[in-house]
Each structure stands twice: as structure tokens, then as C-alpha cells.
């Protein structure tokens, strides 16, 4: 598509034609759009016509008529000749792998495996690179549209909790919680607040350790004086606390939630059991890892030797915290010694993922290559988490986040397409 305006003419030329005696022999190529600095060619706009066409015609669909085809195709490749440009300008680029899963998806959605998709663009005498070329396109404009428009869609958590106010959809689930609260006194001091915050944290670790159970604790040292045990007894999810509401639907039985702190002081949860509606089991793991990354004075090699040797250390007795402080490239981790908290493997890269799954309980893995570098990984715990609640706000939210993009790109095509300079010439009879 992006041409610079003298190729056909200086083409022409460099074969010792002179570009009249070229067009009598082949039909001269012509500009039909400029955009910027750019142009749109006949030939360019031709093929992407004939690709719609056969896009409709598998789906049945009546193509419009020759003019207003043209027209509406043209008007599109206009506006994704601005995209790329812009995203050209940004810096941003496609790598391998995203192409070749894009790719892949491409192959999926036509129920194929990629060879079985080449042999089928062979047959219908469509150039894989030219798909590969339109697909890394297509990237291309999807990433900028996420980085332009979707940064300026926010879904405040009140238009969920509308939306789910609206369903009912709320009333379906129950929970029985249990409570401990450390109190604060009126307008605290800095020590006080980091003290009251201290005694909840350790209450919690002796919850979740199994040396005294949350009743016992709450029975103890909560001072709450209205609760025997801590109990609460059973609440409807719009009946629930509104310091609790983003909390404890996201709880499994038997989970203590962190510290909550509130004006009265720092609040410990425990949901003891739920019921109503329909749950969502997914499987966590709770791990930690040190990445070792390669960079301009570290070859892949010298990183994999690297996190061989933690990983040596760290079956050896050295302190996991430390090492990852010492030496991990994630720095979104490394200050909290490499921990990861409890995560879904399906949220990771593939090979971090299966390592995951695979790894015993405590044990400290090989290095783990994945596109980031070498991971070393100990796995401290598993768990089946009850993410219902979790799953339709992530729906809900998703839904309304859609809707709200579709409008903000309509708007920001416009802005785009309005501070761009553009030429249509497609009603030119004269050769460009």
C-alpha cells in the first residue's frame, strides 16, 4: 500500500522506457488516494477489492454496487494508511511470535491448522505472505487502537454494581462470614495505624498457619463487643458491609482476607461458607520466581548459566527472597522477593504456565525458558478458588467496556481521519 509518489514513473524509467512507451505495453499503476505522505494505488485498492468481494461471498452477502464499493473500500484503506502511519511514528512494530499466533487463530477460526490454511491460500492462488502481510497490518492497527482509544475507556466498579442491580443478580449468592476487627483510635497517628496494622497481619498468619482457628482468635482479641466468635452470620451479597462488597465475593470457603482498613480500625474476613448460584471453580497457584533476562552485556547462554547457579543455591538452603532481590529481572517482583501471589496459569506465558502446573509443591524448578528469559520457580501452594462473582463482573465489565470503546472509535476515526491530509482521487481519469 505505501508507495512513495515517483515508483511508477522512476520504475518506468530505470528500464530504459520512457513511461508512455511502458503504458502502451502494460497498463500504468496510478494514485488513487494521498494520505500524508503516502499514496494508495490502483493496484492496492483492485486486490482489496476483490477481497471483499469474496469475503461476502462466502458469507452470501450481495456486494454493493461498483462505485460505492470502491468508494467504501478506498475509505477504509485511507483510514488504516493513517493508523499505521501514526503507529509507524510510535515506534510500535509486530514480533514473530504474535504474527505466527495471530496466524494461528486465523488457521483455528477456519477449523484448520496453519499448513492445512497454506495449502488452502495455494489453492485458491492467495500468497501467504501477503496474508501474513495484511494479518501484521491488522496487529498493528488493533495495537494502536488499544494504546489510543481503550486508555481513554475507564469502567468505574459503581456501573458494574448498577448493571448488576439492574439483572438482580446480586441477590443470588449468600454468604456466611465471620469477622475480627482491631480497632484505631479517633484521628490515629502514623505509629498507631502501623501498629494496628502489624497485630492484624499477624492474627491473620496465625489463622492461616492453623494455630488457633478465626473464631478462636475473633473470641480473643476482636473488639467488636456484638459478636460471639466473630460471626456474622449469613448475609445477601447486597446486604453485605460496603467495606466488604469488593472483597468477599472474590473469597473461596475457608479464606481470611487481608487487613481492610476502615475508620473504626483494620477488619479480618473469613467467608465460612457460600451459597447460591452456580460456582466457577479455577485452579491458583501461589509461587514465586527469579527471572534472569538476557540484555546487551548478558548473552541468552551467560543468563541460562546464571539461573542455573540460583537455582543450585536455592536447593541448597540459600533464602529464595534474597536471591530474587539480588538477581531477578522482574522488577515488578523482585523487591518482594520474587512473589508472584496466587495466580491462574492461564494468565502467563505458555511455558511458565506448564511449569506451573507441573512443579511439586515446594520444589525448586530447572531455569524455564519463555520469551522474557530464564525463570527459576517454587511453587508454595494450590488451591481451587470459587471465582463466580469474579467471572460475571469480569463479563459485565467487558461488556460495558465494548460498548463504550465502539463509541470512543467512532470518535477518535473522525479526529484521525479530520487532522490527516488527504487527496482522493479516485474520480481522476487521468494517470497519476
Known amino acids: 500500500m505505501r508507495k512513495t509518489f515517483l515508483a511508477p514513473a522512476g520504475l518506468a524509467l530505470l528500464m530504459g522506457l520512457s513511461p508512455l512507451g511502458y503504458a502502451a505495453s502494460q497498463p500504468l499503476d496510478r494514485i488513487v488516494a494521498v494520505v500524508n505522505q503516502d499514496a494508495i494505488m490502483q493496484s492496492d485498492l483492485d486486490r ?3 477481497q471483499v468481494k469474496k469475503q461476502l461471498s462466502t458469507r452470501n452477502v450481495q456486494a454493493p454496487g461498483g462505485d460505492a464499493l470502491r468508494q467504501q473500500v478506498l475509505d477504509r484503506m485511507i483510514l488504516e494508511d493513517i493508523q499505521l502511519q501514526m503507529a509507524k511514528k510510535a515506534n510500535m512494530s509486530v514480533d514473530d511470535d504474535q504474527l505466527s499466533q495471530a496466524l494461528r487463530q486465523v488457521a483455528k477460526g477456519n477449523n484448520m491448522t496453519l499448513d492445512q490454511f497454506q495449502a488452502m491460500l495455494k489453492k485458491q492462488g492467495v500468497s501467504f505472505d501477503t496474508v501474513r502481510d495484511q494479518v501484521r497490518r491488522e496487529l498493528l492497527v488493533s495495537m494502536l487502537q488499544k494504546q489510543q482509544v481503550a486508555s481513554r475507556v475507564t469502567i468505574p466498579e459503581r456501573e458494574v454494581d448498577q448493571y448488576l442491580d439492574k439483572m438482580g443478580a446480586q441477590d443470588q449468592a449468600s454468604y456466611h462470614l465471620a469477622h475480627i ?13 502501623n501498629a494496628a496494622r502489624e497485630k492484624a497481619d499477624a492474627l491473620r498468619q496465625k489463622i492461616r498457619s492453623g494455630q488457633q482457628s478465626f473464631a478462636q482468635v475473633a473470641a480473643r482479641v476482636s473488639s467488636d463487643p456484638t459478636l460471639e466468635g466473630g460471626d456474622l452470620g449469613w448475609r445477601p451479597r447486597n446486604e453485605l458491609p460496603t467495606i466488604f462488597v469488593d472483597v468477599v465475593p472474590g473469597m473461596s470457603a475457608g479464606d481470611v482476607s487481608a487487613p481492610i482498613r476502615s475508620s473504626s480500625g483494620f477488619h479480618l474476613v473469613e467467608l465460612v461458607e457460600k451459597k447460591g448460584g452456580q460456582q466457577q471453580l479455577i485452579s491458583q497457584v501461589d509461587a514465586r520466581h527469579i527471572l534472569i533476562s538476557p540484555n546487551p552485556n548478558r548473552s541468552d547462554a551467560q543468563a ?11 536447593r541448597q538452603g540459600a533464602d529464595f527472597g534474597a536471591l530474587a532481590r539480588q538477581y531477578s529481572d522482574d522488577k515488578g517482583t523482585a523487591l518482594n522477593g520474587g512473589e508472584l501471589g496466587w495466580t491462574n496459569p492461564s494468565d502467563v506465558v505458555p511455558a511458565f504456565a506448564k511449569a506451573l502446573e507441573s512443579l511439586p509443591q515446594g520444589q525448586i524448578s530447572e531455569p524455564v525458558k519463555s ?5 527459576v520457580i517454587e511453587v508454595e501452594g494450590r488451591r481451587q478458588r470459587d471465582v463466580t462473582e469474579d467471572s460475571q463482573r469480569e463479563q459485565i465489565r467487558q461488556k460495558l467496556f465494548e460498548r463504550k470503546v465502539n463509541e470512543e472509535l467512532d470518535s477518535w476515526l473522525q479526529e484521525i481521519r479530520a487532522s490527516a491530509y488527504v487527496d482522493n482521487r479516485l474520480n481522476d481519469t487521468a494517470v497519476q
Open 48 to 50: 482489496r477489492i476483490e
Open 181 to 193: 476487627l482491631v480497632t484505631l483510635p479517633e484521628n490515629p497517628t502514623s505509629a498507631q495505624v
Open 304 to 314: 541460562q548459566a546464571l539461573a542455573e547457579k540460583v537455582s543450585r543455591e536455592l
Open 371 to 375: 520469551r522474557f528469559g530464564w525463570h
